[in-house]
């Protein structure tokens, strides 16, 4: 359990952190930047949940605390120690589960036939914003992993993550207008 009685500490004072291993770096760290943007897409999935209802919700407040799950495995380099050991890691179950639903939404679409564009309905823009905050998340965990130790079902949620904000932004705007839908050189 959390307890935190005190917000600020005071230690990071001259830009740097602590990870959960404890050790101390660079506030621009990349593991800091991958999990501080998996934080940024929470957020941003905080706020389309102010106008998505029922199971869409349901599904989107399961990743949120899927989320917090991510960014406590990448605070926590998944190398040999015994802290990484005893970590809390993203599983192959949630990458499962996310599969799962992303299926379930995708059922109720209709094929797409051309590019969307980022719109429709409140909740889809923001779920669209969530999505491209989170494949930046994934560009930097990829670039984390390529350096640091980084759990494979870490690296599978986030790269599935974005794929069920898009279906899931399709969802928002189904019976609502539908997606709103790229014209190549419709503007010439």
Not at 27 to 52: C, P
Not at 58 to 70: I, S
Not at 85 to 95: D, E, G, I, T
Request: aromatic letters at 4%; glycine letters at 8%; a negative charge.
């Amino acid at each position: 359990m959390v307890v935190l009685n005190r917000i600020y500490t005071r230690t990071g004072d001259k830009g740097q952190t602590a990870l959960g291993s404890g050790e101390r770096v660079a506030k621009y760290s990349l593991r800091i930047e991958a999990y501080g943007t998996v934080d940024e897409t929470n957020a941003a999935i905080g706020v389309a949940r102010l106008s998505a209802e029922g199971e869409l919700d349901a599904a989107l407040a399961r990743v949120q605390n899927d989320l917090f799950d991510l960014g406590a495995d990448l605070c926590v380099p998944a190398d040999e120690s015994e802290r990484s050991a005893k970590a809390l890691r993203v599983s192959q179950a949630q990458v499962d589960r996310l599969e799962r639903e992303i299926d379930t939404m995708n059922e109720k679409l209709q094929p797409l036939r051309s590019f969307v564009l980022p719109g429709g309905t409140p909740a889809a823009a923001q779920l669209h914003v969530a999505r491209t905050v989170c494949r930046r998340a994934e560009r930097l965990m990829v670039e984390l992993a390529e350096a640091e130790p980084v759990g494979e079902a870490a690296l599978k949620y986030a790269n599935r993550l974005s794929d069920f904000l898009f279906v899931a932004a399709r969802l928002a705007n189904l019976g609502r207008g539908g997606d709103v839908l790229w014209v190549p050189g419709e503007n010439r």
